[in-house]
């Protein structure tokens, strides 16, 4: 039996508690937040989960073996590291850090303690996104030559982090998942309607050392709500929308066709193919009860989670680097 | 009457004799085409129409007071300042000219010879855009703060030009007519997938000397068709979806409220407003119809066209510097 | 402080305990279920509320106001009526009861013991609804001219009943509650394709003593979700598409114009009239919760329900009509 | 070589024209139309066609072979007899006549002389209700449990015909296609909201010598367009949206499953399948290009069309029957 700490009991930590608390080898030990109408609120559900206002004391607790950073950003950093120095598995919030040098720092931390880091890249564990992987593993698709996401809405501003960090992550994150290739370098274009408040909209360009490329489109301030990823192969091509009750996932036999013809490599004739569209049948499991067993068998089994301390690095750096490009209106940042 | 003579009967050039054969105060005298096969297709159709293989032919007749010139792209300048030198009007396919240069140049020979040069931006003429324009122009929208405009599809791909050439520059037309600002500089990231062929994905940001941000997102490589625009405003925001067969336009009563709470500046507090959605009855005239009589009344009552050269020079500045700015991974260039 | 008792904790049963549990005035005091694993996690959940296996117990206990019949249909009438002796109000769950003579004898009861007498018709509690009924009756549609709806899925087959009582009655309820004329015959067509088992097709029209239609399709045998209604006036017309996660209301200011050319009154001009559309925001209460306050408030205040006994009985009316009609291929059956 | 000669140039017959001149093997001859100004239009498109008033001219003239009827339903069933009796082969619109009596004797003339007789049940030849019919043909769909069709929208209320005899009968003709029993009652309701005019809103359920049912769905006052058909089969269900661009047929892997229990033949566990949805590919030809080939190949090679007198009857008794059973409020009609 695992026993798990959870830190940050706001929007997402209820969600963690009641996804951990169905786990079978987990048990909730003890929960902390700053916020006494929070504490009160975790009593009256979880009457046998300790709650506790000092994250210190729940990382000195020695029935708490993994840890959850579920608080803003700017404190993953520190609460993370001292979890691990208290020689507690670690699993945190997206985006793991504020910044690329924490994010390697903890890694380190990670690795010298023998310790799970994992990342709450929340996407990752949906079927859908795992259907794409799959596809892509499989060569379903042929190479891959772009993906491109769109996740706007009429969303909630933050006012501690720009759009790039709080939505652009989920895209980059599910981007690096799929996309078999290494991004080289950034350039992004962003804009903040409201003085003094981080963007609210953001476009980022992904280069990579292959002949693909990434963009990601996130609003705050649209007016519906759309999430689509479309990923272009050269034998296959995806459309994934989230917001698809069923059939997230449609897979279309459509491409192009390219030969020369023969008397110059000059003179290339493009065809069209169109054939069947076809929509696989997804499992139905909540993504987040999947990540918490999936942390909980890391933790148990000292294995490699699937969205490991250097997939939290990876996406940090994206968004670093496409807020420098953001600020210089669109210069490309090498990664 | 005013005598039309069209240079160029390929893919356009029918659509273009059909449209200004219905026109009461113009008369389609001569067409020229430089292949026989198209030449015959006309005679067949319009018997009464002389069929050139000559343009130069075409003018020198003394019955052709305007000519409309739906050749490729690289002939578009010089077969119109000839037209412009033989003291024709002229209506030219977009993109207007293959360089900014050669623009500024059109539009010098017509202000010399006190002669029409409008550019066939079609939507302009298209009773969606037009109704989005008014829109902004009595200030429903409050102050317009994006633009965002996909447009992808398996579509024809280009040889001559790439996809910022052949569809950037109809959203770009359409951005230039809606948003009241001025382009200030440009960013753009794109990807050729077939080799030594034109970019057929592109992503171009637009920066105006106001706070608001454009986005055109065109691809001819994608598994579906997209016509969508997003534009945002302070009081409203309008989704423009060009595929929809009805209720193209819906106007979204919705956004945030912005408010000091006194203390400080520092502390705002952001709300949000969701009102009714309205979906405007269009006109349902055919564009092309209205912009071949939008150019017949300007040539008789020598009149400024909506889609005049300067905004023909507006777009290629705009697609010359996107061009640039793809070439070098984004990376902003001042217009 | 209003008493509650929910007899049933089966599917719905927890829904209604967890509403009632919010209404301010209101107090769940008990729940009676046959199945012990019902109880169990009723106690689980509600420590504070009495899990009881005879619902003659809960019906005896003082503290008990109201009692909610959450049960399979073939019991609401004798639950309810021992509720009603008991000196309960009572709600019950749709259907009503499982012919007509028991609705009547259950309203006589409640009448005869001054106790509230409400059925859930749910969705009569919706925004949606509600709204559609106000347009109706501010005359905003003009006349009503039919009422179709559609409510298909791969459902849940029941066994105890067809469903015509299962899906057809939430339509059923919803018309009655809209279209301002009273019913008069019933043809009805249905289909059952597993042996010995209640129908799970079925299509029913509605006449009424008004030049308006009803009808009602409902298929528990459908490859995808539609939960569509059109409703047609002589002045505007409704789409109500309870799947739209906003805009679930759709008016179109769309119809027919008929005049008399003067000559004869065989002789008439038929025009379309095609104008905006508008979907208004809806409020964004949970039915069931409003609901729930809505019974507690008659309870309280001694007010007659929206969905009372005698809408109860028009819709067990219509069912059993159908019902009869269905068996007979569609001969209609006079209400 | 096929002459052709055409009757009736008004909504329908332009479009016959234009497809019956591209077939290589037929050659229009002549087409016929009481309205001069109907003449006048032909004649400047088809200028080598005779133009005629009188259709018996046209039926007497040698050069024609076969003759298409595309007048009012009031006239087809003289003009086909009348064509037949001049030895020629006969194309008539649909519906094929005005009542079941006149369809016998068409066939019956039609057989006499050794005639094609052919119907215009247009989406017979369309490509997404042949593939239907192949996945029927296959035995993909399983046993089909039901056909159900909704063809609404603000259409063109007919004077001289009801929306069953304008509208359901291509459904009607599609559902007699597509669905492997014969249909033995029918049972229907319909309103008219417009005095002295006939019904613009039915409702059509035919029953079959098989446990399959068939419902059709018109409306000529519906705000928006629909045109959806859902199949189910035991084994797969479809769903076809004719206003689907591309993907006008899906077929869903879902269904139930129902196994007895061993215990009682009453106690059947009913069990649900959802997999994977699958948009077949269809071919891009025009319906009425392949029908005029058809109807020439048939003519060529005296071979008997796959939309026969039969068929045309077959519908004209589903249409008539359907109108009696609405003049009596859903009384079943047998066939």
Avoid at 151 to 172: P, T
Avoid at 301 to 328: F, H, Y
Wanted: proline share 5%; net charge neutral; charged share 25%.
């Amino acid at each position: 039996m695992i026993g798990i700490g959870v830190i940050g009991y706001g929007y997402w930590g209820p969600n963690l508690v009641r996804n951990f608390h169905e786990v079978s080898d987990a048990k909730i030990v003890a929960v902390a937040d700053l916020r006494d109408s929070r504490l009160e609120k975790l009593r009256k559900q979880y009457p046998a989960v300790k709650a506790l206002k000092d994250p210190l004391e729940l990382l000195r607790d020695p029935a708490v073996d993994a840890v959850v950073v579920a608080t803003p950003v700017s404190t993953h950093f520190e609460l993370a590291v001292e979890a691990l120095r208290a020689g507690k598995h670690v699993l945190v919030e997206k985006p793991m850090t504020a910044t690329s040098e924490q994010a390697r720092r903890l890694i380190d931390e990670a690795e010298k303690r023998r310790r799970v880091l994992m990342v709450d890249h929340t996407f990752i564990y949906t079927p859908a996104v795992r259907k794409v992987r799959q596809l892509v593993a499989e060569k379903k698709l042929g190479d891959v030559l772009y993906y491109d996401s769109v996740r706007v809405n009429l969303g909630l501003f933050q006012h501690d982090v720009s759009v790039i960090w709080d939505l652009a992550v989920h895209d980059l994150s599910i981007m690096e998942y799929i996309v078999p290739a290494r991004p080289v370098s950034v350039s992004a274009t962003a804009i903040s309607h409201v003085p003094r408040q981080p963007e609210n909209t953001a476009y980022v360009t992904v280069f990579f050392d292959a002949p693909v490329i990434g963009h990601v489109h996130v609003n705050w301030l649209a007016p519906v709500k759309i999430r689509r990823t479309l990923i272009g192969g050269s034998e296959k091509m995806v459309v994934y929308d989230d917001l698809e009750p069923s059939e997230k996932i449609k897979v279309y036999d459509k491409g192009i066709t390219v030969t020369s013809n023969g008397e110059s490599v000059y003179k290339l004739l493009i065809g069209y193919r169109a054939g069947d569209m076809w929509a696989p049948q997804l499992e139905m499991t909540e993504a987040l009860r999947f990540e918490a067993e999936h942390f909980v068998g890391c933790v148990r089994d000292n294995k490699r989670p699937d969205t490991d301390g250097q997939a939290g690095l990876s996406v940090v750096r994206l968004a670093e680097a496409a807020t420098q490009s953001a600020a210089e209106r669109g210069r490309p940042v090498e990664l």
